[in-house]
């Protein structure tokens, strides 16, 4: 198992995981965030460019979790776990997972 882990300071798309070569994808196990920041904002999950989740997080210490067990999530052979928030607020998102 892999952790990743990206700290978001804009609204602009990050890439949490790079995308897998040679027809590999990306299985999360689980993924969580939290903010920072002084005012709520939601964060956009997404496989690739195709938001699939959206969660909101309040501000000071709001949050999210998502565990994906037994069954992880699957990304599409050859996508990037991006995430996006919609505000300019300091915020964390990590994961658990492996890439086959």
């Known amino acids: ?9 804009d609204a ?4 949490l995981i790079a ?3 040679g027809g590999a994808a990306i299985y999360v196990y689980e993924i969580a965030g939290s903010s920072a920041g002084a005012s709520l904002s ?3 999950l997404k496989d690739g460019t195709t938001k699939k989740w959206s969660f909101a997080m309040a ?3 709001g949050g999210f979790g998502l ?5 992880p999530w699957k ?3 050859g996508a990037a ?18 890439v086959f």
Do not use: F, H
């Open 1 to 9: 198992m892999n952790v990743a882990r990206v700290a978001l300071t």
């Open 12 to 15: 602009n798309q990050q890439e």
């Open 19 to 21: 995308a897998p070569t």
């Open 42 to 44: 939601t964060v956009d």
């Open 59 to 61: 501000a000071n210490g």
């Open 67 to 71: 565990p994906l067990t037994p069954k």
């Open 75 to 77: 990304l599409a052979a």
């Open 81 to 98: 776990l991006n995430v996006q928030q919609s505000a300019a607020v300091v915020s964390y998102v990590s994961c658990i997972y492996e």
